[in-house]
Nanobody, 128 residues
Framework: QVQLVESGGGLVEVGGSLRLSCATSGFRHDRYAVAWFRQAPGKEREAVACISGGTRNLHYGDTVRGRFTMSRDYAKNPVLLSMNDLDSEDTAIYFC?????????????????????WGQGTQVTVSS
């Protein structure tokens, strides 16, 4: 059974940094694509970052590229999202997701629709 548990959210000031962690179990990392999505109040869920299974190709959403870094280590459990230079627009619930399709062409599949397994989310609030 696939399980995803996010942690590391909280309150941070504009310009600050946070690191989110997604503890995973129930699947092999080299066979699953993993992703971070976020949803702000009144907005649709959007892609933050996605990484393919075997090839570890990365794709970032346009609004976070250059500020956020996603990483995964097949030997270690957590999938990490390092967030720098945070802005109030980054305030949202952040979700970790995984799918048994590796999605080598990850840029085409980095959308909530393609991911079958989800964590409960962690709140990130950026105050000005």
């Amino acid at each position: 059974q696939v399980q995803l548990v996010e942690s590391g959210g909280g309150l941070v000031e504009v310009g600050g940094s946070l690191r989110l962690s997604c503890a995973t179990s129930g699947f092999r990392h080299d066979r699953y694509a993993v992703a971070w999505f976020r949803q702000a109040p009144g907005k649709e869920r959007e892609a933050v970052a996605c990484i393919s299974g075997g090839t570890r190709n990365l794709h970032y959403g346009d609004t976070v590229r250059g500020r956020f870094t996603m990483s995964r280590d097949y030997a270690k459990n957590p999938v990490l999202l390092s967030m720098n230079d945070l802005d109030s627009e980054d305030t949202a619930i952040y979700f970790c997701a995984a799918d048994p399709r590796a999605f080598d062409n990850i840029s085409s599949y980095c959308r909530p629709y393609y991911f079958a397994n989800w964590g409960q989310g962690t709140q990130v609030t950026v105050s000005s």
